[in-house]
C-alpha cells in the first residue's frame, strides 16, 4: 500500500508562493489519483485539487482555480501543487490523499460515505497579511 509524506509548507507573505509536495512510497503509486486537501482550523476539510493516474488531467475547485496547479512525477514518485497570489485565508493544514478512484478525490469532502484509501499527515501553511 501507498503511504504519503507531505512537504513544504511554512510561512509566507500575501502574495508570495510555495509549492507543496506529496512524496509516495510504493511502487504502485502510478496507480492512485492523488488530490490535495486543506483544512483550517474550526473548518472542515476541503477539496482543492486532483490528478489522474497519468498526470494528463487535473480538476480544481473554484477556490483555488488560476492560482494554484496540480502537477505530478511518476518516476520520483511525487504530487505537486505549486500555490502562487497567496491569501490570509489560505491558512491551513494542507493534506494530500490517494485513491485508485479520480473521482473519490473530488467527492470526499462532500460524500461522507466515502474515503481515500491513504491520507498523508499534513504540513501547514500560514499566509501572513
Known amino acids: 500500500q501507498v503511504q504519503l509524506v507531505e512537504s513544504g509548507g511554512g510561512l509566507v507573505q500575501a502574495g508570495g508562493s510555495l509549492r507543496l509536495s506529496c512524496a509516495a512510497s510504493?511502487?504502485?503509486?502510478?496507480?492512485?489519483?492523488v488530490g490535495w486537501f486543506r483544512q483550517a482550523p474550526g473548518k472542515e476539510r476541503e477539496f482543492l485539487a486532483a490528478?489522474?493516474?497519468?498526470?494528463?488531467?487535473?480538476y480544481y475547485a473554484d477556490s483555488v482555480q488560476g492560482r494554484f496547479t496540480i502537477s505530478r512525477d511518476n518516476a520520483k514518485n511525487t504530487v505537486y501543487l505549486q500555490m502562487n497570489s497567496l491569501k490570509p485565508e489560505d491558512t491551513a493544514v494542507y493534506y494530500c490523499g490517494a485513491d485508485p478512484t479520480f473521482h473519490t478525490l473530488v467527492v470526499v469532502t462532500t460524500d461522507k460515505r466515502k474515503d481515500l484509501e491513504v491520507w498523508g499527515q499534513g504540513t501547514q501553511v500560514t499566509v501572513s497579511s
Open positions: 510504493g511502487r504502485t503509486f502510478s496507480n492512485y489519483a
Open positions: 490528478i489522474n493516474r497519468g498526470g494528463g488531467s487535473q
